[in-house]
């Protein structure tokens, strides 16, 4: 396809409203209907074991590659440190609804989130709660929604081999492009979560020296990157077809990533903490099981690299008045 079918694409929702909701269960389901979804509001208390659990085994797996030859540090970082890394993420992405601690204790949920960064090497959780915010209030919203591609990557980005490199630098562009797009001024839990980073990685370093900390970073950037797990990035909001803007993901790669490949009914109630979401579907099939959905992440990273109709364009984007206002 050419590049003005891929712009079609990306443009398709502007002139939409700003907070729009693309998908509307959660604003007018019957409570009297479903009042078991109400019920599935509350914080998991096993997250935070398994998190726990998570940055324990990567503070083992830096002690056990201190002998390693680079090779094969690289491989297990790959195979092993990338899932764990990536899980951790989306842990982080679970945490910042407010799920370890409930809302009534925001305070907890920020600083369980900046000890399960750890393991990932860079700071990352201030600034992820920061800018998700805008990502479920502004979905797609032109120059808020940081999870849109710019401009630049969707011009450069547009055949097979750069959309492979594009998914090989997605831990980068997804770290630089709030700065580019929506920057906004540090706040206090941003230094804290960097200087706890940092006595972290220093206290690695000092310890084991330079490999265990060559893992957890390299563990962060090919987990992030071109990597299964990191299919749910384009198969959670990229357009696979017209008129559908979100899709969930229902196989066993959820049970390692926080159940965020239910990401209809993540969107739709995103209090409700992962563990929970599958029996949201249970709870009401009739508004869920009718929806697409994706049945691999590898195929959709696949689809995304080899189909000419998807690409960074590939996204819906929407004018929000909130942006005009700032320009």
């Excluded at 269960?25 to 935070?48: E, G, N």
């Excluded at 000890?115 to 209030?137: M, Q, T």
């Excluded at 229902?250 to 049970?255: A, C, D, F």
Aim: glycine share 6%; with cysteine; aromatic share 14%.
């Amino acid at each position: 396809m050419a590049d003005g079918g891929r712009r079609e694409k990306w443009i398709a929702g502007r002139g939409q409203a700003a907070r729009a909701p693309p998908h509307k269960f959660s604003r007018v389901f019957p409570a009297a209907k479903y009042p078991a979804i109400k019920a599935l509001m509350r914080p998991d208390p096993q997250l935070k074991w398994t998190v726990l659990a998570l940055v324990l085994v990567q503070l083992l797996a830096c002690w056990l590659v201190r002998g390693l030859a680079w090779r094969w540090l690289l491989f297990w970082a790959y195979a092993f440190g990338g899932c764990v890394n990536h899980s951790l993420t989306l842990a982080i992405h679970d945490i910042s609804h407010n799920t370890a601690f409930g809302t009534c204790c925001a305070t907890y949920n920020r600083w369980f989130a900046i000890f399960a960064n750890l393991p990932i090497g860079v700071p990352y959780a201030s600034s992820f709660k920061k800018y998700h915010v805008d990502h479920h209030r502004y979905l797609g919203g032109d120059g808020l929604d940081v999870d849109v591609p710019t401009r630049l990557e969707g011009w450069l980005f547009c055949t097979p081999a750069r959309k492979l490199l594009w998914l090989v630098l997605q831990p980068f562009l997804y770290s630089l492009r709030p700065l580019c797009v929506n920057p906004k001024a540090m706040t206090r839990m941003e230094v804290l979560n960097a200087l706890v980073q940092l006595v972290a990685d220093a206290t690695i370093f000092t310890l084991w020296g330079l490999k265990p900390m060559a893992y957890l970073l390299a563990s962060s950037l090919l987990g992030l990157g071109l990597h299964p797990i990191s299919g749910h990035f384009v198969a959670e909001h990229y357009m696979f077809l017209k008129g559908h803007e979100t899709y969930s993901y229902y196989g066993p790669l959820n049970w390692i990533t926080f159940n965020v490949g239910y990401h209809m009914e993540h969107h739709d109630f995103p209090s409700i903490p992962g563990c929970n979401l599958p029996l949201v579907r249970k709870i009401a099939p009739e508004y869920y099981d009718h929806l697409p959905q994706h049945y691999s992440w590898v195929k959709v990273l696949w689809d995304f690299v080899f189909e000419d109709s998807l690409g960074p364009y590939a996204r819906v984007k929407r004018v929000c008045k909130l942006a005009e206002d700032r320009l």
